[in-house]
Antibody, heavy 118, light 107 residues
Framework: QVQLVQSGAEVKKPGSSVKVSCKIS????????IAWVRQAPGQGLEWVGG????????NYAQKFQGRVTITTDESTTAAYMELNSLTSGDTAIYYC???????????WGQGTLVTVSS | EVVLTQSPGTLSLSPGERATLSCRAS???????LAWYQKKPGQAPRVLIH???SRATGIPDRFSGSGSGADFTLTISRLEPEDFAVYYC????????FGQGTNLEIK
């Protein structure tokens, strides 16, 4: 049974950065992909980015290009999403998900609330 | 970039009725990499359908997906009380994107 456990809620100031972690257990981490999705209050799901090996390098949604970095650490079976230059518009629940080889998110973390407020 | 447009925005039905949700893409979805998710407040999304028409593991057979190219449909044959939620379609693969969602509410 694959489990993804994310780090706890964060409160950040505008202009700062946040790094959310996602610990994966119960499966062969290194052959799968990692995806990050967010949901702002009252809004829908939004793709942030992911690491999808069969499609090449890291794949970031255009609106986050230059501001987001997704990394993975196979030694600790963890993934990380760092988002810089935060604004109030980045207030959201951020989910990590482990995907299959085609990039379909299958197993999800519990979500991490990131609040950006002065 | 593909844009997914879901309709209707809100669907009001009663338990036992049939629900039909639509997802239209601005261009053809490659390899039919189209998934449907159920999202409830306080919970992570749950994948229902992938590859446009394949049910994910453990998903009841009242959920079915159909379509190809740029037009896709999620059908829930007989609504159960636990089915009332927000549903999203997603193109996955090399250029992932979500639709804006359909809110399925109790009439």
């Amino acid at each position: 049974q694959v489990q993804l456990v994310q780090s706890g809620a964060e409160v950040k100031k505008p202009g700062s950065s946040v790094k959310v972690s996602c610990k994966i257990s119960g499966d062969t981490f290194k052959i799968h992909t990692i995806a990050w999705v967010r949901q702002a209050p009252g809004q829908g799901l939004e793709w942030v980015g992911g690491f999808i090996p069969i499609f090449g390098a890291r794949n970031y949604a255009q609106k986050f290009q230059g501001r987001v970095t997704i990394t993975t650490d196979e030694s600790t079976t963890a993934a990380y999403m760092e988002l810089n230059s935060l604004t109030s518009g980045d207030t959201a629940i951020y989910y990590c998900a482990q995907a299959n080889l085609n990039g379909l998110p299958l197993f999800w973390g519990q979500g991490t609330l990131v609040t950006v407020s002065s | 970039e593909v844009v997914l447009t879901q309709s209707p925005g809100t669907l009001s039905l009663s338990p036992g009725e049939r629900a039909t949700l639509s997802c239209r893409a601005s261009q053809s979805v490659s390899s039919n990499f189209l998934a449907w998710y159920q999202k409830k407040p306080g919970q992570a999304p749950r994948v229902l359908i992938h590859g446009a028409s394949s049910r994910a593991t453990g998903i009841p057979d009242r959920f079915s997906g159909s379509g190809s190219g740029a037009d896709f449909t999620l059908t829930i044959s007989r609504l159960e009380p636990e089915d009332f939620a927000v549903y999203y379609c997603q193109q996955y693969g090399s250029s992932p994107v979500f639709g804006q969602g359909t809110n399925l509410e109790i009439k």
